[in-house]
């Protein structure tokens, strides 16, 4: 099996390129829309795409039986508020739509698209399965629905293709916001979320790529969405004291109510940040695992320490 993989230089394709090859996986094309000169070492396999917008420059790629896996994307930005929804529709959508329809005239096998927890809101009082209500409330997250969508209405009766939505995802190299949650932990000063104990689902980087090669060879065509998350949740008040534990301190977090909070990001303009901090997000991802036959292996708890260990052993080797 041929395996193409978009998006392989950021922190998902990264890990992913890392597990298939111990795996076996040989067979690895992966094209990139950066200029050659922007990413060092270059991965072996690498092809430049100028366009991911381009049908023809996807169809030129492309073969007959091939296993696309689609992480590219636009995330973990700040963008004009403006034109946010534009930009993120641009990066996100567009894109999927060419790799679809090249991937139809190619005789492709099946696309795998890596999709966002995010489709189905900031929060929910009820754990997310394949099945919830979709209702994204900002602009990246309406970007990924849509581009589900899209995906949808071009492979549906032509190739097979399978979505899977996914919650935050942590390592001891995650960018964005995990990053920075790590990075002010480690500067143990104190924190005002004692008392947010709403569950939040996460999911561990070495989980989350052994979910996308089980999916890969998943031969299942009557199931399209999938969920996946550890299989155990956090808050974020426990969540503060795991990684500042896994650091070798202890970290004062101040039990501010959390109702002052929502006041106090409210008045800052911060809502939807108030939302995905201190409202409950979980997954229940136990079909995705039930056909899979497997589970993750370790309890969260476990692995955010282990992530908080190698995040502070770096620091401290610089």
């Given at each position: 099996m041929r395996l193409v993989v978009t998006g392989s230089s950021g922190f998902i394709?990264?890990?992913?390129?890392?597990?298939?090859?111990?795996?076996?996986?040989?067979d690895l094309v992966l094209p990139l829309r950066k200029p050659a000169s922007d990413i060092h070492p270059m991965p072996q396999n690498t092809v430049i795409v100028n366009d991911f917008c381009s049908v023809e420059q996807w169809a030129e790629l492309l073969r007959e039986g091939d296993t696309v896996v689609h992480l590219a994307g636009l995330a973990h930005q700040s963008l004009p508020v403006a034109n946010a929804e534009q930009l993120f529709f641009a990066a996100n959508v567009a894109p999927v739509k060419a790799l679809a329809q090249a991937a139809v005239q190619c005789g492709v096998a099946q696309i795998l698209f890596v999709s966002s927890i995010g489709v189905n809101g900031s929060f929910s009082e009820q754990a997310i399965t394949a099945q919830s209500e979709t209702r994204?409330?900002?602009?990246?997250?309406?970007?990924?629905?849509?581009?589900?969508r899209v995906l949808a209405e071009v492979c549906e009766g032509h190739l097979s293709y399978k979505i899977l939505r996914i919650p935050l995802v942590y390592g001891a190299d995650a960018p964005a916001n995990f990053r920075d949650?790590?990075?002010?932990v480690s500067h143990k000063l104190p924190l005002p979320f004692g008392s947010v104990k709403a569950r939040k689902s996460f999911i561990a980087?070495?989980?989350?790529?052994?979910?996308?090669?089980?999916?890969?060879?998943?031969?299942?065509?009557?199931?399209?969405?999938?969920?996946a998350a550890d299989r155990d949740t956090v808050s974020l008040s426990e969540l503060?004291?795991?990684?500042?534990?896994?650091?070798?301190?202890?970290?004062?977090?101040?039990?501010?109510?959390?109702?002052?909070l929502r006041v106090v990001f409210r008045l800052a303009g911060k809502t939807s940040l108030y939302q995905k901090l201190c409202l409950p997000l979980t997954v229940d991802a136990s079909r995705t695992y039930e056909l899979l036959e497997w589970w993750p292996t370790s309890a969260a708890s476990e692995k955010l320490k282990a992530v908080a260990r190698q995040f502070s052993e770096k620091i401290l080797s610089r």
């Open positions: 394709g990264r890990n992913l390129l890392v597990w298939l090859r111990q795996q076996g996986y040989n994204p409330d900002y602009p990246y997250a309406r970007s990924k629905l849509q581009a589900e949650l790590l990075t002010l980087i070495d989980h989350l790529v052994e979910v996308i090669s089980r999916l890969i060879e998943l031969d299942n065509d009557s199931e399209r969405c999938f969920v503060i004291d795991i990684l500042s534990g896994g650091m070798g301190h202890k970290v004062l977090n101040l039990a501010v109510p959390v109702g002052l």
